[in-house]
């Protein structure tokens, strides 16, 4: 099946730096989401980004479909960012596989 | 709209009993996925449900069953718990299987 590798695996900010977080997965994909999980478990939508850029505010998300990989940048980062930050992508089969994720912290 | 619900949230089981957890999708979705997270470690598929049929299978063995009912809200059975069945379970709910996905906020199983 489909591999996801997400880099780098944990981070430490402190409040108002910038951030980029990697995802690059190993086969053509349909669906590629990012998602932050918050410390209660629950996976909250950022973006739905199979291809091309999206922003939303001080994130924004960038997939190369062509090269495999997907960047989700957080600006002036908050003590709110903190947690957990997982891409899936869904390749010919009828799911999606995550990475292993990247424990964001920003210290305040 | 309402999101995806799941309950219970937290439930404890004994090894060897059997366990249902239920998921209402959001308004409008008729695709239902679930998805097994243990600690420190990303979401791993179980299954998908599509208008009422299963329509995608991970790997996990036969104990781990489901449903889909006609309002497109669904059930994950689990028989014969075993201590590593300990994890959060994610319901997703998806318009049709090829969008986005939303979550619950999850049932975190505890089995002793």
């Known amino acids: 099946g489909i591999q996801v590798e997400q880099s780098p695996p944990d981070l430490i900010l402190q409040e108002g730096a910038n951030s980029t977080l990697r995802c690059n997965f190993s086969d053509s994909v349909n669906n590629l989401q990012w998602f932050h999980q918050n410390p209660w478990g629950q996976l909250i939508n950022l973006f739905y980004i199979p291809s091309g850029t999206k922003q939303n505010g001080r994130l924004s998300a960038t997939t190369v479909a062509t090269e495999r990989y997907s960047l989700l940048y957080i600006s002036s980062s908050q003590t709110t960012d903190s947690g957990v930050y997982f891409c899936a992508v869904e390749g010919s089969e009828r799911q999606l596989t995550f990475g292993s994720g990247t424990q964001l912290t920003v210290l305040p | 709209e309402t999101g995806v619900t799941q309950s219970p949230t937290h439930l404890i089981k004994t090894r060897g009993q059997q366990v249902t957890l239920r998921c209402s999708s959001q308004?409008?979705?008729?695709?239902v996925s679930w998805y097994q997270q243990a600690l420190g470690q990303g979401p791993q598929f179980i299954f998908q449900y599509y208008r009422e049929e299963e329509n995608g299978r991970g790997n996990f063995p036969p104990r781990f069953s489901g449903l889909q009912f006609p309002n497109y809200s669904s059930e994950l059975n689990v028989n014969a718990l075993e201590l590593d069945d300990s994890a959060l379970y994610l319901c997703a709910s998806t318009p049709t299987p090829d969008r986005a996905a939303f979550f619950g906020q999850g049932t975190r199983l505890t089995v002793v």
């Open positions: 308004s409008g979705h008729n695709t």
